[in-house]
């Protein structure tokens, strides 16, 4: 069994700040743990907004705290996000994820699994990594 607390991954390669400062994702699990899903704790800071298409990758978002929302860039369609909401990419949808005047904390799972320290593309992907891959 695989055992992880977060106080332990804070400072370490498996915690990772976006280029933009818009978030930082405390990486539980990743690939080399082996489940075939990547899990992480991101938190996006407050009144920020980013741009993101997870073309090559499934992304399943649950809020635990703060107030915040996604708007669909290919309809408009805002959705709220507060605690106890879960919204999955299931069809790579290009969009953005704002937070409002305090930070989400959102759980995240990602297959597959990421690797490492993957931080957005300019088209707001993560590429595709092998573990030997550095990014
Ligand atoms: C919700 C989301 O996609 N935020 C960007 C960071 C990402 N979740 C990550 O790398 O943990």
Redesign the pocket.
């Known amino acids: 069994m695989i055992i992880k607390k977060i106080d332990d991954i804070r400072g370490t390669e498996r915690e990772?700040y976006?280029e933009n400062g818009n978030?930082v994702?405390r990486?539980l699990l990743l690939k080399s743990d082996g489940m075939g899903f990547s899990f992480?704790e991101?938190i996006?800071f407050a009144n920020s907004e980013?741009h993101?298409w997870?073309k090559n990758h499934l992304?399943a978002?649950y809020c635990v705290d703060g107030e915040g929302e996604v708007e669909l860039l290919d309809d408009g369609t805002i959705i709220p996000i507060a605690p106890g909401t879960l919204y999955a990419l299931d069809r790579h949808d290009r969009h953005l994820?704002r937070a409002h005047d305090r930070d989400l904390k959102?759980l995240?799972v990602?297959n597959p699994a990421?690797v490492g320290r993957?931080?957005?593309q300019a088209d707001g992907s993560?590429a595709l990594l092998d573990e030997e891959d550095t990014v």
Do not use: D, G, K, N
């Open positions: 990772v976006a978030w994702s990486r992480h991101t996006i980013t993101i997870y992304e978002v994820l959102l995240c990602f990421l993957e931080v957005h993560y």
